[in-house]
């Protein structure tokens, strides 16, 4: 059975609201309640659109009256309006009295109240049922009436290629891998590996690496960290350009805000609170071209501020030490194990900021556990230490709970970072940073001195998107293709790799192999399994062989700064079933453990 098999039934993102919680009997009241707690709170300001009542009654596997009366009694409360086909907005919110911060920290998630303590369990009275409040006509202005009812994919069919070689058919050059003949991986594990950053791995991959890779042909891509490009959503786009157009004064197509448009933080830190369990004001969030250029941006303010060091993950995102590094920051390896990154191995490294990717870590999958959440906090407390939070994918679960985001924990230590990359597509260029108040003015001087602020235009669209709930309606829809093909992923490795263990199946858009073991000694910095050692095979042979059979993917090496085991990284919302099952067929071929009977190991 693949990792993360077991169904996380009764769970939503939407308020990370989990049916469990619920007494018995009693599931309306506390759904009540839960709303209440979060229109007062601020996760669910004036103007916000609650799901419809059929999706969350599905996500929480209750009934939809349970749900229904929930609404009704909020309604009744004068908190929410029907809206037709518009659905159920707040309409009314608690005048939050003096001290009491409605939004930019730690919100009533689970375990943790709108002021940083620890909140009220489920029985706990809301003090904002009986509250006066201030009301509103109705939604959001600018906010576009649409159907509830689940998207239709663009008519553009399954991809038939995503470059013009593909169309060709043939299979790819291993010039993406060229770079490490005689740099100790054409000849074995444990032979010029290099065991620390700037050494053996580090110093032979170029600045260019996925550029190189992406632009080799291949037949089937399966390179980690797309999403599915050909179910973006062109039509509903269009629709929201139009509209945005017509509304647009001409002051609009003038020069914007450096933090962004005023219209998408809005959004941003709505769909933040209802689905990432973040309160943050708009004044908070500054809107960058895509992750890459938040971690730029951190990188370049704390080296001014005198930190030179940002510890990372290992195995971890290579694409993210190119960035930290390219800026002069050194990026210590801080080893992961089944529960996150090991805190002691933190401390002992003495660096003053770590980034984590902490709700689905990159690549290996694990989610960091509670008592690691807790040692991570103690942390940062005691040593001043700065978390930098990469939420690159928390959206795409299928099998797990939501995992509650490190920011609405710690907002005075966590700088948050997310983007549409995952969710949209990468092209679009468009993310968003959360950072601590000792280094905001810094961020949006950077920000401003980097390139004036993104595009408008899009952020005006993207904005109207996440208003008028088309971007849910599309996660639920497209979630539901990724978790076909990743099932069709992990049958394909059943078959034709029986000797690879899976790892990070529950949530994300990649699949991390690895061979010769069951769990995950191989993404520490352990001694090898003398099998492994001995046939002197490696990922990066892999890789190349792969590709050279028109299948692209990318070694687990590439991520790595320490010595393991070999495994390959690969990603699969971007293909049919066919492809998939194609590709890694031949990918058995090259791994030389295929053959049909067997099923793959899992930890």
Same mark, same amino acid.
């Given at each position: 059975?693949?990792?993360?098999?077991?169904? $996380?039934?009764?769970?939503?993102d939407?308020?990370?609201?989990?049916?469990?919680?619920?007494?018995?009997?009693?599931?309306?009241?506390?759904?009540?309640?839960?709303?209440?707690?979060?229109?007062?709170?601020?996760?669910?300001p004036?103007?916000?659109?609650?799901?419809?009542?059929?999706?969350?009654?599905?996500?929480?596997?209750?009934?939809?009256?349970?749900?229904?009366?929930?609404?009704?009694?909020?309604?009744?409360?004068?908190?929410?309006?029907?809206?037709?086909?518009?659905?159920?907005?707040?309409?009314?919110?608690?005048?939050?009295?003096?001290g009491?911060?409605?939004?930019?920290g730690?919100?009533?998630?689970?375990?943790?109240?709108?002021?940083?303590?620890v909140?009220?369990?489920?029985?706990?009275?809301?003090?904002?049922?009986?509250?006066?409040?201030?009301?509103?006509?109705?939604?959001?202005?600018?906010?576009?009436?649409?159907?509830?009812?689940?998207?239709?994919?663009?008519?553009?069919?399954?991809?038939?290629?995503?470059?013009?070689?593909?169309?060709?058919?043939g299979?790819?050059?291993?010039?993406?891998?060229?770079?490490?003949?005689?740099?100790?991986?054409?000849s074995?594990?444990?032979?010029?590996?290099?065991t620390?950053?700037?050494?053996g791995?580090?110093?032979?991959?170029?600045?260019?690496?996925?550029?190189?890779?992406?632009?080799?042909?291949?037949?089937?891509?399966?390179?980690?960290?797309?999403?599915d490009?050909?179910?973006?959503?062109?039509?509903?786009?269009?629709?929201?350009?139009?509209?945005?157009?017509?509304?647009?004064?001409?002051?609009?197509?003038?020069?914007?805000?450096?933090?962004?448009?005023?219209?998408?933080?809005?959004?941003?830190?709505?769909?933040?609170?209802?689905?990432?369990?973040?309160?943050?004001?708009?004044?908070?969030?500054?809107?960058?071209?895509?992750?890459?250029?938040?971690?730029?941006?951190?990188?370049?303010?704390?080296?001014?501020?005198?930190?030179?060091?940002?510890?990372?993950?290992d195995?971890?995102?290579?694409?993210?030490?190119?960035?930290?590094?390219?800026?002069?920051?050194?990026?210590?390896?801080?080893?992961?194990?089944?529960?996150?990154?090991?805190?002691?191995?933190?401390?002992?490294?003495?660096?003053?900021?770590?980034?984590?990717?902490?709700?689905?870590?990159?690549?290996?999958?694990?989610v960091?556990?509670?008592?690691?959440?807790?040692?991570?906090?103690?942390?940062?407390? @005691?040593?001043?230490?700065?978390?930098? @939070?990469?939420?690159?994918?928390?959206?795409?679960?299928?099998?797990?709970?939501?995992?509650?985001?490190?920011?609405?924990?710690?907002?005075?230590?966590?700088?948050?970072?997310?983007?549409?990359?995952?969710?949209?597509?990468?092209?679009?260029?468009?993310?968003?940073?959360?950072?601590?108040?000792?280094?905001?003015?810094?961020?949006?001087?950077?920000?401003?001195?980097?390139?004036?602020?993104?595009?408008?235009?899009?952020?005006?669209?993207?904005?109207?998107?996440?208003?008028?709930?088309e971007?849910?309606?599309?996660?639920?829809?497209?979630?539901?293709?990724?978790?076909?093909?990743?099932?069709?992923?992990?049958? $394909?490795?059943?078959?034709?790799?029986?000797?690879?263990?899976?790892?990070?199946?529950?949530?994300?858009?990649?699949?991390?192999?690895?061979?010769?073991?069951?769990?995950?000694?191989?993404?520490?910095?352990?001694?090898?399994?003398?099998?492994?050692?001995?046939?002197?095979?490696?990922?990066?042979?892999? $890789?190349?062989?792969?590709?050279?059979?028109?299948?692209?993917?990318?070694?687990?090496?590439?991520?790595?700064?320490?010595?393991?085991?070999?495994?390959?990284?690969?990603?699969?919302?971007?293909?049919?079933?066919?492809?998939?099952?194609?590709?890694? $067929?031949?990918?058995?071929?090259?791994?030389?453990?295929?053959?049909?009977?067997?099923?793959?190991r899992?930890?």
């Amino acid at each position: 059975m693949a990792e993360g098999s077991i169904r $996380a039934a009764g769970t939503s993102d939407f308020l990370q609201l989990d049916i469990g919680e619920a007494p018995a009997g009693g599931r309306a009241d506390w759904l009540a309640r839960r709303l209440r707690e979060a229109i007062a709170d601020g996760r669910l300001p004036v103007g916000s659109r609650l799901p419809a009542t059929r999706v969350l009654a599905a996500d929480l596997g209750v009934s939809r009256g349970v749900v229904t009366e929930a609404y009704r009694r909020l309604g009744e409360d004068g908190q929410l309006a029907g809206r037709g086909r518009g659905g159920t907005v707040v309409v009314a919110a608690p005048v939050a009295g003096p001290g009491v911060r409605a939004s930019g920290g730690a919100v009533a998630g689970p375990g943790v109240g709108a002021s940083g303590g620890v909140a009220a369990g489920p029985g706990a009275r809301s003090s904002g049922s009986r509250v006066t409040q201030r009301r509103v006509g109705g939604p959001s202005v600018g906010s576009v009436v649409t159907s509830t009812a689940d998207p239709v994919a663009d008519p553009v069919g399954e991809p038939a290629g995503e470059a013009a070689g593909e169309a060709a058919g043939g299979a790819g050059s291993p010039e993406p891998f060229a770079s490490w003949a005689g740099s100790g991986f054409g000849s074995g594990v444990g032979t010029g590996f290099g065991t620390g950053a700037g050494s053996g791995f580090g110093a032979d991959i170029g600045p260019d690496v996925f550029d190189v890779l992406r632009a080799a042909p291949a037949r089937i891509d399966l390179s980690p960290g797309v999403p599915d490009l050909a179910a973006f959503p062109r039509a509903a786009w269009l629709r929201a350009e139009r509209e945005v157009l017509a509304g647009l004064p001409a002051a609009g197509f003038g020069y914007g805000d450096p933090r962004g448009a005023l219209a998408l933080r809005r959004a941003v830190a709505g769909w933040l609170a209802r689905y990432r369990g973040i309160a943050v004001d708009p004044e908070e969030v500054i809107i960058t071209a895509g992750t890459a250029q938040a971690l730029g941006l951190v990188a370049q303010v704390l080296r001014g501020a005198g930190i030179r060091e940002i510890a990372v993950e290992d195995p971890g995102s290579l694409g993210a030490r190119q960035h930290l590094r390219y800026w002069g920051v050194a990026t210590p390896p801080v080893g992961v194990d089944e529960e996150g990154v090991r805190v002691e191995e933190l401390r002992a490294s003495g660096a003053r900021a770590v980034l984590l990717t902490p709700a689905h870590q990159f690549p290996t999958g694990v989610v960091l556990g509670g008592a690691r959440r807790r040692e991570l906090m103690r942390w940062a407390a @005691e040593a001043g230490g700065l978390i930098i @939070e990469d939420d690159y994918d928390a959206e795409h679960r299928y099998d797990r709970p939501p995992v509650a985001a490190l920011r609405s924990l710690l907002p005075e230590q966590v700088c948050y970072a997310g983007s549409v990359s995952k969710l949209l597509a990468p092209a679009l260029r468009v993310g968003w940073l959360l950072a601590p108040p000792a280094y905001r003015e810094a961020l949006v001087d950077a920000r401003r001195f980097a390139d004036l602020g993104n595009a408008v235009l899009p952020q005006l669209v993207l904005a109207r998107l996440m208003e008028t709930g088309e971007l849910e309606r599309r996660l639920r829809w497209v979630r539901r293709r990724h978790r076909q093909r990743r099932d069709a992923m992990i049958a $394909a490795v059943r078959r034709h790799l029986p000797g690879a263990t899976v790892h990070g199946a529950a949530a994300g858009l990649h699949l991390t192999l690895t061979f010769g073991v069951r769990d995950l000694r191989p993404f520490g910095a352990h001694d090898l399994p003398g099998s492994v050692d001995s046939a002197r095979v490696v990922d990066v042979e892999w $890789a190349a062989a792969a590709l050279e059979r028109g299948v692209k993917v990318q070694p687990l090496s590439w991520h790595r700064q320490r010595a393991g085991a070999p495994g390959l990284v690969l990603g699969y919302a971007a293909r049919t079933a066919g492809e998939i099952a194609e590709g890694v $067929a031949g990918l058995g071929e090259v791994v030389g453990l295929g053959g049909a009977g067997s099923a793959g190991r899992t930890p």
